[in-house]
């Protein structure tokens, strides 16, 4: 595998499922590509239902694609030893709610091989990472959802994967939890490691993620760098620094010569990703 290998790539990606009703297929997702590098933090939106999670769990090996391919740092994903640098945050984890978060990590290490010191070291290391070292003897059972979500991240973490999958991360998490699994996603980034993310929640996918693509009744409607898609295609934007209200009113000839001005940035005036949402699937829905 070389750098230019793609952390996660989905090829043409369709699943049908089987419907009650005279055998009927339902498509949910229908034709979609994925292309994620290392280190970078992607995030696939849509409303519910719209493929996302079925996107995820073909990812995942969860689910066997009716037509199309996935591949994980090259390997197919069908295959299990493509999951060893993966992993999986689901958006309801399940934990036993009697142990405490240190039981729960110390488990889950076990599973992936860990033990003895290197086990404990790394047990300490991720209830520091994800800010539970004050509740890591307190039951799972007293901890709030903002917490299990934390400490779902925390167990994703342990076997040191390349790329972590999130699906709905902060689902029904209150904003202060949300700021804790946000910046979480941050330093994960820092350390280089790769974040593949479903939400509905635009606001916080705008602020982590390199490149977003937006799914809609199964299709891929729009895709690419964040910044460039919600550039304002057809504007431009000035960003002057101790301006007079002179100089504004004739900036376009005077910008270029004017002393004790400084220009710091042109480019594209952006709009939020939630308009440009509500913006591509309501084209969608269009005739």
């Known amino acids: 595998m070389t750098q230019t290998t793609p952390a996660v790539e989905i090829k043409n990606l369709v699943k049908d499922f089987k419907t009650s009703f005279r055998n009927q297929k339902l498509r949910a997702v229908d034709g979609v590509s994925i292309r994620i590098m290392p280190g970078e933090v992607y995030g696939l939106i849509g409303p519910n239902g719209s493929g996302k999670s079925t996107t995820m769990k073909a990812l ?69 990472l994800v ?70 929640l635009l606001e916080q996918v705008q602020e982590v993620c390199d490149h977003v693509g937006i799914i809609f009744r199964g299709k891929m409607v729009k895709e690419g760098r964040l910044e460039d898609l919600i550039a304002i295609e057809d504007q431009t934007e000035i960003v002057l620094k101790d301006a007079s209200p002179e100089l504004i009113a004739q900036i376009t000839a005077l910008v270029a010569n004017s002393a004790g001005t400084t220009l710091l940035h042109t480019g594209k005036p952006r709009t939020t990703l939630e308009r440009l949402f509500l913006r591509e699937t309501t084209q969608s829905e269009l005739p």
């Open 60 to 128: 995942l090996g969860l689910v066997v694609p009716t037509a199309g391919q996935c591949t994980i740092f090259g390997q197919d994903s069908l295959k299990v030893d493509s999951r060893n640098d993966v992993g999986f945050l689901p958006e309801n984890p399940y934990f036993y709610k009697h142990l405490s978060g240190a039981e729960t990590l110390r488990f889950y290490g076990k599973l992936c091989g860990l033990k003895g010191k290197a086990l404990e070291a790394r047990v300490s290391e991720l209830l520091a």
């Open 131 to 200: 800010d539970l070292e004050g509740a890591r003897d307190r039951r799972l059972g007293g901890y709030s959802k903002g917490m299990l979500q934390r400490i779902g991240l925390a167990q994703a973490l342990v076997q040191e994967p390349r790329l972590v999958i999130l699906d709905e991360p902060t689902a029904g998490v209150d904003p202060v939890g949300s700021r804790q699994i946000r910046d979480l996603i941050l330093t994960l980034k820092e350390r280089g490691i790769t974040v593949f993310l479903c939400s509905h």
